[in-house]
C-alpha cells in the first residue's frame, strides 16, 4: 500500500493556529505550510520569506503586499489569488495556477515560473501543472526582470507596463496578452505563441523573436532595435511607427453620451447637461483632444495612450487614473487631481497646471484654492518638457 495523504486540515482553530505561527521569530524555521488547503485566506502584508506552499491551495486567497522572497510554492493552487504589491524575489512557482490572479505592481525578480510536476514517494500522485497557468492574470507594472517564463501560458494576461527585460519566455503562450509599453529589452521571445498580442510602445530592443507566431499581432510605436526578428511573419503584424488613436466616434453610445451631456454642462454654465463621470472606464488611445472635460470624474480611469493634447481638465478628477503613454501637450490641468495616477511615458509637454480659486454652486468665491495635485503619482520615463511641476502639490 502507498503512503497516506497528508491530512488536510481545515478547521477555524488550526487555521489561527497556522497563521499564529507566522509570527516573526529569530531562529525560527520557515513555516512549512504544503498540501494544506488555505482558500481564500488572508495572509495579506505577512512576512512569509522562505515559506513553504508546495501544493497549497490558496486559491481566492488574499497576499497583497505579503513578503514572499525566496518562497517555495511548486504547484500551488494560486488562482484568482490577489498578491498586488507582493515581493515575489527568486521564489519558485514551478507548474502553479495563477489564473485570473492579480499580480499588479508585483516584484518577481528571477522568480521561476516554468511548468513542474512532482510525485510523491510511491509515484500514485502528483502536484503541479507541466504547463504553468497565468492565463487571464493581471501583472500589471510588475517587475518581473530575469524571470524564467519558457513554456508559461500567459494567454489574454495583461503584463501593461511590466519590466520584463532579459525575462525568458522562450515558447510562452502569449495569445491575446496586452503587453503593451512593456520592457522586454533583451528578453526571449522564440517559439512564443504571439497571436492577437498587444506590444504597442513596448521596448523591444535587443529582443529575440526568432520564430514567433504571429497573427493579428500589434507592435505600433515599438522599439525593435536590434531586436532579432528572423521566422517572424511581419505581414501579419501591425508595424506603425506609432501608437493607434481611436476617434471619438468609435466610443462606445454610453461613452459619446457622457460626454455630450458634459459638453452641454459646460457650454450652459451648468443650466443643461450634467456633469460627466467616467470614472473606471476603458478610454484607452481615444481620441479627447481639444475637448472641454473641466470637472469630470475620470478616476481610476484607463486612459493607456488617449490622446488629451490641448484638453481643458480644470479641477478634473484623475486619481489613480492609468494615463500611460498618453499625450498631454498643450493641456489646462490646473486644480485637477492626478494623485496616485500613473503617468509613465506620457507626454506631459506644456501642461497648464498650477492654482484655481474654489467657487460654491452659485459662483461665489469661497477662499480657497484648489492646486494641480500629483502626490504619488508615477511618471516615471515621462516628458515633463516645459510643464512647472514646482506649482504642483507633488507630497
Known sequence: MGAPEPEVRTDAEDLRAILASLKPDRGQAPPDLSKRNLSKVNLEGRSLQNARFIGTNLDHAKLARANLTDADLFGANLSYVDMQGADLTRAVLRGVSLKGANLNHCRLTDADFRGGVMLDATGSSSIGL???????????????????????????ASLVGADLEGAMLFGANLADADLSYTNLRGANLADARLEHA??????????????????????????????????????????????????????????????????????????????????????????????????????????????????????????????????????????????????????????????????????????????????????????????????????
Open 130 to 156: 507541466e504547463v504553468t497557468d497565468l492565463s487571464q492574470c493581471l501583472a500589471e507594472y510588475a517587475t518581473a526582470t530575469r524571470a524564467q517564463l519558457s513554456g508559461v501560458d500567459l494567454s489574454g
Open 198 to 395: 498587444k506590444f504597442i510602445g513596448a521596448d523591444l530592443t535587443g529582443a529575440s523573436l526568432v520564430n514567433a507566431r504571429s497573427d493579428d499581432t500589434q507592435f505600433a510605436g515599438a522599439t525593435l532595435t536590434d531586436a532579432v526578428l528572423t521566422g517572424l511573419d511581419l505581414d501579419r503584424c501591425s508595424m506603425e511607427p506609432d501608437p493607434p488613436s481611436r476617434p471619438r466616434d468609435g466610443a462606445s453610445g454610453q461613452i459619446k453620451d457622457i460626454l455630450a451631456e458634459h459638453e452641454t454642462w459646460i457650454v450652459t454654465s451648468g443650466r443643461l447637461g450634467r456633469p460627466g463621470s467616467l470614472r473606471n472606464q476603458d478610454l484607452g488611445y481615444l481620441d479627447l483632444s481639444g475637448l472641454n472635460l473641466s470637472g469630470m470624474d475620470l478616476s481610476q480611469a484607463r486612459l493607456l495612450g488617449a490622446n488629451l493634447s490641448k484638453a481643458t481638465l480644470v479641477l478634473a478628477n484623475l486619481t489613480e487614473a492609468n494615463l500611460t503613454g498618453a499625450i498631454l501637450v498643450g493641456a489646462n490641468l490646473i486644480g485637477a487631481s492626478l494623485r496616485h495616477a500613473i503617468l509613465r511615458r506620457s507626454k506631459f509637454v506644456k501642461v497648464r497646471v498650477g492654482t484655481i480659486p474654489i467657487c460654491d454652486a452659485r459662483g461665489n468665491p469661497t477662499g480657497r484654492v484648489a492646486r494641480t495635485d500629483l502626490i504619488g503619482a508615477d511618471l516615471s520615463d515621462a516628458d515633463v518638457t516645459n510643464t512647472d511641476l514646482k506649482s504642483c502639490a507633488l507630497q
